[in-house]
């Protein structure tokens, strides 16, 4: 069993930044075992993939954030961080970590390949 917990959230003007944490714990598993995905869901929009980082250090993320969001993990802490910077209204969001536990070597952007997810952390975004 993994517990993943958001935080880092908040209300940012557009162009500012913002830096959410997923902590995890549970029996047996650190991030030194599992990937990591960041995922976000705005009112009335499906769940999307942001990006993620594998347990072995491979990094993918979405058109949508390439090159204002980048992730980071302190396996001595057990917590994997994604930085968002440049933010826009269309960021905001509920966003979400998820942990996959069954490919330590590849980033999936489906929802369906992680079997933990924490609880969601708000960014808002104004204009």
């Known amino acids: 069993q993994v517990q993943l917990v958001e935080s880092g959230g908040g209300l940012v003007q557009a162009g500012g930044s913002l830096r959410l944490a997923c902590a995890a714990s549970?029996?047996?598993?650190?991030?030194?075992?599992?990937?990591i995905g960041w995922f976000r869901q705005a009112p009335g929009k499906e769940r999307e993939f942001v990006g993620g980082?594998?347990?072995?250090?491979?990094?993918y993320y979405a058109d949508s954030v390439k090159g204002r969001f980048s992730i980071s993990r302190d396996n001595a802490k057990k917590t994997v961080f994604l930085q968002m910077n440049s933010l826009k209204s269309e960021d905001t969001a509920v966003y979400y970590c998820?942990?996959?536990?069954?490919?330590?070597?590849?980033?999936?952007?489906?929802?369906?390949?992680?079997?933990?997810w924490g609880q969601g952390t708000q960014v808002t975004v104004s204009s």
């Open positions: 998820a942990a996959d536990r069954r490919h330590p070597t590849v980033v999936y952007s489906t929802t369906g390949e992680y079997d933990y």
């Open positions: 549970g029996r047996a598993f650190g991030t030194q075992v599992i990937t």
């Open positions: 980082v594998s347990w072995s250090g491979n990094r």
